[in-house]
């Protein structure tokens, strides 16, 4: 006798909104597959092969296809032999070494620079987009551009001579220790405008009121930017050292362009030492385990990096 | 300890004038306030005076030394800004030593000085708190005390309470005049706020439109207004301003305020004397609220008007009145009884009156003590 | 008024050090091979003799300088360029803002955006080897849809991060008002949305344009002929005949850096957002 629906009356508003919330969040699911996709197909699926590979003997020498990879099992010896390549550790040694002689040249130059026109100079729109360039050479040519300027008679050496006579018999590229030097002033050349860009935003940043506040206390240049500024961009410089070091740690481009890794191998990062034992000694599944280790290596460490941040923020 | 004084100094931003020959003479260990509504210029002077802004004419001085282009590292004066500008990546002692600290002070000396000040301002238990965790109320404290800590001859405060709650303000604001009477400083202050102007300054220099109106005591202000803005801008509700029509009858000057000749007020014997002095005809007659009377009796001292609104402010009755040509409002006392629609005869209070220039907006006056 | 000056001068000499080596490989582009090195009688800045011929070329294969003639020229490798970092972009833009929205809005899957992070910070010849085994043994070797794929991939991380920020600075409300107007979820998101953020992703694309146009590494190892972009068809000019093509390479150096150049002088104020995932604002 009673209405069967009246018992079981939904407000349409909520009824509504049910309905709205459903396909608000399918077409989210929709607009994610792309992205997924696009990682699965190119990020999880090549990790899998990577690890079969990594675990057996496969080169591409071998004639067979990849998948038959698993009749030249080894297990973990590609691994071991890894722990002991001097080749690798050395090339590893000197990727950090760069690293931790170009990052620091290029953070204080940057920061030079950033409180050089934070304090204000003439021009400053077009000295901005002048000091920009560099970083927006394409690497390769960059590594051009220096592998031309650092020749024996090229325009560096010319330069020189005028002071030194006996610059012109200096040779770049050819020796192992300058020609290191050589790829961090260009690396350094290239780089600094980033450290540049993105320190001057934090000083810009800076509220312009704290900073008159401690003017008219009788703060000069140097203790405003000390004990106001630099303290509060701490987050800032922290962004822009940790991008710079990966970007760096990286580095292949311009230093294949400008020495090849060479003279021998004193210019010769981890990823020249990766294209020289894949291209030139075609040993893949060695450097497939090159890679795991380097993936793993790299994975453990950010996740340190993230727990150590997640625990200041909640402080 | 020093006097400030601005001498035809202005300020030009491009095609805009922020502050148009501006002369002030304030004097050592003074309590000046710069009051004025919302972009008349006035912070624009404290700027100037503190060295933030440059001056674009005339010249400023600190006891008769020329300091116009003194930076402003180097002038001596303390700044607290609106907006505090705390340095909350450092805590309170930190912020509080700050000033000592640039300028070379003994860590001792500063300790001891960073506690003294933390007491004053009633700190001490937060002393070591970082400073982005303090309330509103404390980070004012905390500004002053930062700039006061240096002991400035000249301490500037750029609308330093408009940030606090009404109940805090109070506090403040004798706390304020007690720091610097026992510090003896000469103390400028920037607000809009006319109340807390008359309250606090020994004399009140009120701007308008980058221009400066009156420079005079609180009590010249109110009872003596330069002009018309003056006039209408101290006191609350504000001064009446009414057109007048002037006319000369049996040998005594009369003030038509509703556009009927038979009902003009007649004017005592100080403002015929303006009037006629003046001579123009028409002027605008000025009158507080509170210098309105009801009368029982329509005379020639009274004004015919209906009452249209009537408001309960606080221990006041606000009485709008309309002549039909003119709105005009009475602050009587509560007791008072008047209701909307009713007929009255109001009478003023005419030694407390005033007569303006209809087109200058000048105060007529008989002579400088007018 | 000193201190302006003095820091105007330092400044000045960084930005002069700063255009020095452009401004010489700029200049070897415009000199005949004679000047190529110090050898004909010391080096000057400025071509003593200038010239078009390296443009010459690389555009035509031929040059009164050069006995030797190219066997390409640089006219594909300037289309592959272009093909490949454009289908890049679009890949990179369209997949990043789809997802940036989904994760902004409704919070699913929040974790996508710490593994795109992951995967800039992975050297890239540490994964490329499968990557080069399934483009071969897909036959995506050496094409520009299997290029411009990669490109795609690899910049996604800058487009999901930026459009996120952009998209969790929007109010839900924008839709929903639209959408209680009788819309449908996608509707408002194209019709509303999108123009909203329209030069957020104008300026995000052209970031990632830049940084794949830039590329050489994945272009060195996933082409082999007929799609070498420029920077890989530079390094590899030269030949046992002709020499060290200086002029040749610097007038290719030259093309190369152009348009990164203009493109990214336009979009100065965006370049701190895009360098930094969002993270910081100019």
Known sequence: MTDATSSHRIPPAEQETGKLAQSRRSLAIRLLIPAQVLLVFIVAFPLIMQVFISLTWWTPLDGDPWYLAWMSWNWFDNYTYLMQDEGLWGSVGRTLLFVAVAVPIEFLLGLTLAALFYEGVFGRPVLYSLILMPMMIVPAVAGYIFFLIFQQTGPLNTALSVFWPGALDVNWLNDTTRAFIAVVIADVWQWTPLMFLILFAGLMSVPEDQMRAATILGANWRQRFFRIALPRIKTVIAIAIGLRVIECFKIFDMLFVMTGGGPGVATESLSLFLYKRTFQDLEWSYVASIGITVLVALSVLTAVLMARVKKKDAS | ?370 | MTGLILRTLAVAFFAALALLPISWMASMAFKPAAEWTSAAGGLTFLPKDPTLNNFRYVFTGNSPDQMVGLDRTVWSPLYASLLTAISGTLIAVICGTAAAYAVSREKINESIGLSLLQLRIFPPLAVMIPVMIMWSFLGMIDTWWGLALIYGIVTLPFSYWLMKAYFDELPREIEEAAIVEGCTPFEAFRQITLPIVASAVASTALFIFILNWSDYLIALLLTRKDWTTIPVYMNALATAASGQLYGAKAALGLLAAVPPIILGISIQRFLVRGLTFGALKQ
């Open chain 2, 1 to 370: 300890m020093a006097s400030v004084t601005l001498e035809d100094t202005s300020k030009t931003f491009g095609d805009f004038t922020a502050v148009r020959n501006m002369n002030l003479a304030i004097k050592d260990a003074e309590f000046v306030a710069i009051l004025g509504p919302s972009g008349c210029g006035k912070s624009t002077t404290m700027n100037m005076i503190a060295g933030i802004e440059d001056v674009s004419g005339g010249t400023i001085r600190f006891d008769g030394a020329d300091v116009t282009n003194v930076p402003m590292q180097n002038r001596g004066v303390g700044f607290v800004f609106q907006n505090y500008a705390i340095f909350t990546h450092m805590s309170v002692r930190k912020n509080l030593a700050f000033g000592l600290e640039v300028q070379g002070v003994q860590q001792g000396e500063i300790n001891r000085r960073v506690e003294e000040m933390a007491e004053f301002m009633a700190l001490t238990h937060r002393i070591d708190a970082p400073s982005g965790s303090l309330s509103v109320n404390e980070l004012q404290k905390l500004a002053i005390g930062r700039s006061a800590i240096v002991e400035p001859s000249i301490f500037l405060l750029d609308e330093p309470l408009s940030n606090l709650d009404a109940a805090f303000r109070e506090r403040m604001r004798s706390d304020l005049r007690q720091l610097q009477r026992s510090l003896n400083q000469t103390m400028i202050y920037v607000t809009h706020d006319q109340i807390e102007a008359m309250g606090l300054a020994d004399r009140i220099a009120v701007m308008d439109q980058a221009t400066l109106q009156q420079f005079d005591t609180p009590e010249n202000i109110y009872s003596r207004p330069e002009n018309t803005f003056v006039a209408g801008f101290i006191g609350a509700p504000s001064m009446n301003l009414v057109r007048a029509r002037i006319a000369e009858r049996d040998g005594a000057m009369f003030a038509d305020l509703a556009g009927r000749e038979a009902d003009a007020v007649a004017l005592d014997d100080r403002l015929s004397s303006q009037a006629r002095t003046h001579g123009g005809a028409a002027l605008t007659f000025g009158f507080r609220p509170e210098h309105l009377r009801i009368s029982d009796q329509p005379d020639a001292g009274t004004l015919a008007a209906q009452v249209v609104l009537v408001e309960l402010v606080g221990r006041r009755k606000l009485v709008h009145f309309s002549t039909g040509q003119t709105r005009f409002v009475g602050s009587f006392d509560r007791t008072v009884s008047l209701r909307p629609g009713e007929a009255a005869n109001v009478s003023f209070d005419l030694g407390k009156c005033h007569l303006f220039d209809p087109n200058t907006g000048l105060r007529l006056r008989l002579g400088e003590d007018d």
